[in-house]
């Protein structure tokens, strides 16, 4: 079992930054591969970005490319999202989520473990 807390959401302007962190434990692997996917109202999840147990590979949805950076640092179990150039249709709950597989993938599906989302708004 795997326990996921995201944290770093909240209130911005279109065109501010939020770096969201999601924090893993339980029992966690030191190869897993960690994701952001995000659900707005009335909308499917949609994958963000990705990103596979060494740091070097990364996956993006094309929505997101060139603005969001994700990161992570194993020594802390911990995923990071860096959002810049927000705009109001970035406006959703963001999720955390954690698979066993190392190689990162672009399907909300392919993960075994979500956190409880982080809600972040972009004031159009």
């Known amino acids: 079992q795997v326990q996921l807390v995201e944290s770093g959401g909240g209130l911005v302007q279109a065109g501010g930054s939020l770096r969201l962190s999601c924090v893993a434990s339980?029992?966690?692997?030191?190869?897993?591969?960690m994701a952001w996917c995000r659900q707005a109202p009335g909308k499917e999840r949609e994958f963000v970005a990705g990103?596979?147990?060494?740091?070097?590979?990364?996956a993006y949805g094309d929505s997101v490319k060139g603005r969001f950076t994700i990161s992570r640092d194993n020594r802390k179990n911990t995923v990071y999202l860096q959002m810049s150039s927000l705009k109001h249709e970035d406006t959703a709950v963001y999720y955390c989520?954690?698979?066993?597989?190392?190689?990162?993938?672009?399907?909300?599906?392919?993960?075994?473990?979500w956190g409880q989302g982080t809600q972040v708004s972009v004031d159009s």
């Open positions: 989520g954690y698979k066993y597989i190392a190689s990162v993938t672009s399907y909300p599906n392919d993960y075994d473990y």
């Open positions: 339980g029992r966690t692997s030191s190869v897993a591969a």
């Open positions: 990103i596979g147990w060494s740091g070097l590979n990364v």
